[in-house]
């Protein structure tokens, strides 16, 4: 258990360093920016749907068992992030300049708690099992980056200081080790195994809902074809991690 605390603690840690990323815009022109984040973008979805379809929901049913209870997990994973936007009024955003962004400190909170479910998620999959864990933290980080750009650019677009945008994202970013040590003392009395699914169903919507719509608003055909190519390599990326872990 020792060992698990620390991938959580690590991973974490880890993932709090990523919202450094944003930094990215203070260097990136507007049209480089689109260029190189609508591929993320892409990539990141295309990992999201894969990691939940082909990783974790296995892996619930075969922690779980076949039972109703698994896609109920998942069906409410679902519901919370869609509730979150509805009543956050939040929504992910994935360009230098965000048409009706929300207020600065509506993001920040907003990623508080879609950090701290992330970081229950990932703190349960590694106390199931340590590779869970790692492909679980692994397609949770192929969306941060992009989110992270995006969410730097809302709050420097919304009059905060550079510094204090980058700090207080690193800030919010934190509540995903808080999540992953919550999960772990929980696992202690409680089987955690149910998050999985849930973190699935919450990995399913942003996909879905979120991304795939900001990659299908470009008019340019070689565009289409660049983005296409990276949500399908981050689909065929983690059907081969299932195939190579199972």
């Not at 956050?88 to 479910?117: K, M, S």
């Not at 992270?148 to 980058?166: K, M, P, Q, T, Y």
């Not at 919550?182 to 399913?204: C, M």
């Not at 979120?210 to 190519?229: F, H, M, N, R, Y």
């Amino acid at each position: 258990m020792t060992t698990t605390l620390g991938w959580i603690v690590g991973s974490g840690l880890l993932m709090s360093m990523l919202a450094l990323s944003g930094s990215l815009t203070l260097v990136l022109p507007p049209s480089w920016f689109d260029r190189l984040v609508l591929p993320l973008v892409a990539l990141a979805a295309g990992s999201l749907l894969g990691g939940a379809l082909f990783v974790m929901v296995p892996a619930a049913v075969a922690q779980l068992g076949n039972r109703l209870t698994v896609f109920v997990a998942l069906a409410a994973g679902v519901v919370v992030f869609h509730l979150l936007e509805q009543f956050l009024r939040w929504h992910h955003c994935h360009r230098a300049v965000c048409p009706h962004a929300p207020a600065g400190t509506l993001v920040l909170v907003a990623d508080a708690v879609h950090n701290l479910i992330g970081g229950l998620a990932v703190g349960s999959a590694f106390v199931i099992d340590i590779r869970l864990g790692v492909v679980t933290w692994l397609v949770a980080a192929a969306h941060e980056v992009p989110q992270e750009l995006g969410d730097f650019g809302i709050l420097v677009h919304s009059g905060w200081s550079r510094r204090s945008a980058l700090g207080y994202n690193v800030l919010s970013a934190l509540t995903f080790l808080l999540g992953g040590l919550v999960a772990y003392g929980a696992s202690a009395s409680l089987d955690v195994a149910v998050l999985v699914p849930f973190a699935a169903g919450n990995f399913i919507y942003i996909a879905l809902a979120d991304l795939v719509p900001e990659i299908t608003t470009s008019p340019a055909a070689g565009a289409k074809v660049v983005q296409t190519a990276c949500f399908l390599a981050g689909l065929g990326l983690l059907l081969a991690t299932a195939m190579l872990t199972t």
